[in-house]
């Protein structure tokens, strides 16, 4: 098992750029399939991007593709999630999730981090 804690998130200004991080403590963190998720204010949870265990292929939500842009460091055991162009529609919490490759499911959770695009 994994423990995910999320960092990175601020106020920005709207067209801005911000990078979250996701630091994962456990083992053959490689082997998870990692991803992103965000909660605004009185929406339900949405997915964002998620990355398999190689890095090799990623996913992206219509909203964020071409914005955002999701990679990994399993040396560092880090996942982060770029963000560019950001717009108000952006701020939520933002949430780092993992599976493994043969759960349907994202199972672990970070806590979140408050992402604050201001117009």
């Known amino acids: 098992q994994i423990q995910l804690v999320e960092s990175g998130g601020e106020l920005v200004q709207a067209g801005g750029s911000l990078r979250l991080s996701c630091a994962a403590s456990?083992?053959?963190?490689?082997?998870?399939?990692m991803g992103w998720f965000r909660q605004a204010p009185g929406k339900e949870r949405e997915f964002v991007a998620r990355i398999i265990w190689s890095g090799g292929n990623t996913y992206y939500a219509d909203s964020v593709k071409g914005r955002f842009t999701i990679s990994r460091d399993n040396a560092k055991k880090t996942v982060y999630l770029q963000m560019n162009s950001l717009k108000p529609e952006d701020t939520a919490v933002y949430y780092c999730?993992?599976?493994?490759?043969?759960?349907?499911?994202?199972?672990?959770w970070g806590q979140g981090t408050q992402v604050t695009v201001s117009s």
């Open positions: 456990g083992r053959a963190f490689d082997t998870y399939v």
């Open positions: 999730a993992a599976r493994t490759v043969i759960s349907d499911s994202f199972k672990y």
